[in-house]
């Protein structure tokens, strides 16, 4: 399979089907979005040296937004799918993804 670098990817109405674009990271890169030739979505590392292999995309936001439901369950009731990646962004710094995606270590804003 091979893994595109797809950095523009949208929707038909604009929205950023990379909800986590900007504050996923392997280690200290950026992890960036990808997608196959199937049109699955991922994130990957632009690391060269890296091990780390795409992660989906889908199973990733899924466990991130969970998470944010988690802590801000009142404040999720209210935010449509469209509007997930500004609610994450708005609380993120980062989330940084360990050796799988249970492993996931992050930084919220204060």
Do not use: H, K
Not at 3 to 16: E, L, S, Y
Not at 51 to 65: D, K, L, M, S
Not at 87 to 107: F, H, I, K, P, R
Request: charged fraction near 20%.
């Amino acid at each position: 399979m091979g893994i595109m670098v797809n950095p523009a990817r949208c929707d038909p109405t604009g929205t950023d089907l990379y909800i986590l674009r900007g504050v996923l990271r392997c280690g200290t890169s950026t992890l960036i979005p990808a997608s196959s030739g199937t049109g699955t979505r991922f994130y990957a590392c632009p690391d060269p040296d890296c091990t780390r292999g795409p992660i989906n995309a889908e199973e990733i936001e899924q466990q991130v937004w969970q998470r944010y439901v988690q802590l801000n369950a009142e404040a999720a009731d209210i935010v449509s799918r469209d509007q997930r990646r500004s609610a994450l962004v708005a609380v993120l710094v980062w989330v940084t993804v360990g050796t799988s995606l249970v492993d996931l270590d992050y930084e919220w804003r204060d």
